[in-house]
Every structure is written in structure tokens, then in C-alpha cells.
């Protein structure tokens, strides 16, 4: 059964950063990307952040330049890093596996106030 652990949510202040982690309960050689996504209030679920295997990045336009995914593969942990927070930004995120099939963490709120 693959867990997937999210933690570092919270509440800020426009401006502000968090940063989120997520670890995977899963071998290192099944994972082919893992990634995080945001469904704000009303809004479908959109990708944030992704990274793959071989450490290929792909962010939304949204984030760019304020966010940054990365990984630690000996700990298959993926975290973002989350600077010049946005009201807009306010969403539940959501940690996504694959490996090769989709997992999903249970989410965390990320609340932006202005």
C-alpha cells in the first residue's frame, strides 16, 4: 500500500513562504515523477510543480520564479519550496505519485492572507 505523507502547510501573510514536503512509502525504482497540484475553493485541481526521475521540472505559468520543486531520492521526498506568496496561491495542495499509476496525498490547506 503506497502513503503518501504531506506535511508544512499552514497560514501566511502575502509575501510570506512555506514549504511543503511530501514523503512516498514506495521503492525508489518505481517512481517516475512525483509532483504537487492545488485545488483552490470551487476550481478544479491544477498542476503546480512537477519533477520527474531524471530531475526534470515543469512548473505552472502561475508559480514560476516564486516556486521551486526538488527531491531527495535517498528519502523519496519531494518538497516546494514556496517564496512571494500570493492570496491567490490560497488552495488545498495535494502531493501526487507516479509510479506508474497516480497516488494522491491527503492534501494540505495553504491559506495566503493580504
Known amino acids: 500500500q503506497v502513503q503518501l505523507v504531506e506535511s508544512g502547510g499552514g497560514l501566511v501573510q502575502a509575501g510570506g513562504s512555506l514549504n511543503l514536503s511530501c514523503a512516498a512509502s514506495?521503492?525508489?525504482?518505481?517512481?517516475?515523477?512525483m509532483g504537487w497540484y492545488r485545488q483552490p475553493p470551487g476550481k478544479p485541481r491544477q498542476l503546480v510543480a512537477s519533477?520527474?526521475?531524471?530531475?526534470?521540472?515543469t512548473y505552472a505559468d502561475s508559480v514560476k520564479g516564486r516556486f521551486t520543486i526538488s527531491r531527495d531520492t535517498a528519502k523519496n521526498t519531494v518538497y516546494l519550496q514556496m517564496n512571494s506568496l500570493k492570496p491567490e496561491d490560497t488552495a488545498v495542495y495535494y502531493c501526487?505519485?507516479?509510479?506508474?499509476?497516480?497516488?494522491w496525498g491527503q492534501g494540505t490547506q495553504v491559506t495566503v492572507s493580504s
Open positions: 501526487n505519485l507516479k509510479a506508474p499509476y497516480n497516488y
Open positions: 519533477i520527474t526521475n531524471s530531475g526534470s521540472t
Open positions: 514506495i521503492s525508489s525504482f518505481s517512481i517516475v515523477a
